[in-house]
């Protein structure tokens, strides 16, 4: 690996915060252009010109690494990464644009790395509340708030709680997924919530015991989170109709989509969660 993981987590805290601070310029602004992409998500003037930053920024601070980035033309410049084993970054500039659309503050700008096409490092900055999660390889995840950091340990607590996102309401497998808190349990909860990796900072954090995704999402979305995550505690995995838990492929010259749905659970539920699934008619 061409990283010092503790130097490139330092730098790319301090990019992110930076990106955020362009955020919320537009955020504050009375009014956006926003447009729709092919696939029919909306994009703002305000993911773009922190895509570009973003983007600008790693290629100055870590010019032998490649970057996978959300708004470069659609992740285009996947194709120019050669070798899939190769340090790649993945950016998502303002993940939950709806939610930043609709000014709930819950959208982030995240920038994961990968080495060996599996995430080493992640930072994850939710501006409007001025919070911050990194993470690196073997040197455990935290989340600085208010200046303070503190490092996080998801298994020491059990919420009964389950996430899933706010703009796509569970449907099929990441419905009876759920399930796996709410059955027979009077004292679950099931509640929504912007951001991808934002739903998976609450379950590093300990703020929730269960994360399903809604089977719609990409490479960018999910890298950053993902280190935090298992940086604390948690695993990460895709599940199919097969009900095979399958580990993320971050090989940029596959494919960018997460056409599955993705799990994020604490390692302390693992068990049990493998039980359910035995058990269950996915």
Known sequence: MSHNLQKTV???????REAGDIAMQYYSRNSLDVMTKV???PVTEADKSVNEFVIRQLAKEFPNSA????EDEEGANARHVEDSMADVFYV???DGTKEFIKRNGEWSVMIGLTHRARPVMGVI???TADKL?????GNG?????????????CNQTKRNIAVHSRSNAPVGMSKELLKFVTNDNKDASVISYGSFGLKMSMIASG??????SSGRGSLWDSCAGESIATEAGAVVFTISRSRTPSPISYNPNRKLSLSTVVVCLSKANWPSFLQFLKSSKL
């Open 10 to 16: 330092s730098t790319v805290i301090r990019i992110a």
């Open 39 to 41: 696939d029919e998500s």
């Open 67 to 70: 970057v996978v980035a959300e």
């Open 92 to 94: 998502d500039p303002i």
């Open 125 to 127: 900055y939710q501006p």
């Open 133 to 137: 999660w990194y993470a690196s390889e």
């Open 141 to 153: 995840a935290y989340c600085i708030e208010k200046g303070v950091s503190v490092k996080l340990n």
């Open 207 to 212: 703020a929730a015991d269960l994360y399903v």
